[in-house]
């Protein structure tokens, strides 16, 4: 499984937000603070407002601010917005496994493990957990 960059920049998206509460963050500093194309973050963004994650703010000093408190996000939130499930393997999306193969194979735990693993990390890591870890870190300029 791999996350596509619609996912990663979704959180890195939320992340700003959350290291900025109570304040209206614009898509260009988002951009440019994350070095990401403006274009592609405003493609986010309309994902992440539909679906009540951020709201919007009209004006000049406008932009965007989280809806709820950074602890009521999970990092698996957001990736399963942008991305869709997380199984590792096409038989684990569903509630009911629909493989003929289910009940004979003996790959299914490893990918039931596997699930359960991604599962547990993403969804136990919050956005304010991330807003704490990066708080954490060293403020080295970008080149």
Known sequence: MKISTKGRYALRMMLEFALHPGECTKISQVAERQQISVKYLEQI?????RAGYVKSVRGAQGGY???RDPSQYTVGQILRLTEGSL???VCLEEEENPCSRS???ATLKVWEKL????NDVVDHVTLADLVEEQKSMPDIPLM
């Open 87 to 89: 199984a590792p393997v």
């Open 65 to 67: 601010l989280l809806s």
């Open 115 to 118: 699930n359960d693993a991604i």
């Open 45 to 49: 963004v309309t994902i992440l407002c």
């Open 103 to 105: 009940g004979r194979c």
